[in-house]
Nanobody, 116 residues
Framework: QVQLVESGGGLVQAGGSLRLSCAAS????????MGWYRQAPGKQRELVAT???????NYADSMKGRFTISRDGAKNTVYLQMNSLKPEDTGVYSC??????????WGQGTQVTVSS
């Protein structure tokens, strides 16, 4: 199976930055896509950004220009650099990995709180 270890969440003031990391381990043949989703209080989980094994990225419109997703293939790790954070960015950020042969795996999530 796949194990995901997330880190980097915390409390930050509006306008600040955080960097999230998610490392995948286990009996993984191949990772096809890695990404981040978030769930704000009282809202449904939403896409933040994804990155494929080839480096193609996809961002939610509200994150474009502020967030950057990247990955280290050798370490099976995905990063999310978050700049110019806003209070509405507050939520639980969860890592998502699509791998072979395990399919989709979710991390437990890391809390990001942006104070005004």
């Amino acid at each position: 199976q796949v194990q995901l270890v997330e880190s980097g969440g915390g409390l930050v003031q509006a306008g600040g930055s955080l960097r999230l990391s998610c490392a995948a381990s286990g009996s993984i043949f191949r990772i096809d896509r890695m990404g981040w989703y978030r769930q704000a209080p009282g809202k449904q989980r939403e896409l933040v950004a994804t990155i494929t094994s080839g480096g193609s990225t996809n961002y939610a419109d509200s994150m474009k220009g502020r967030f950057t997703i990247s990955r280290d293939g050798a370490k099976n790790t995905v990063y999310l650099q978050m700049n110019s954070l806003k209070p509405e960015d507050t939520g639980v950020y969860s890592c998502n990995v699509e791998s072979q042969p395990w399919g989709v795996t979710w991390g437990q999530g890391t809390q990001v709180t942006v104070s005004s």
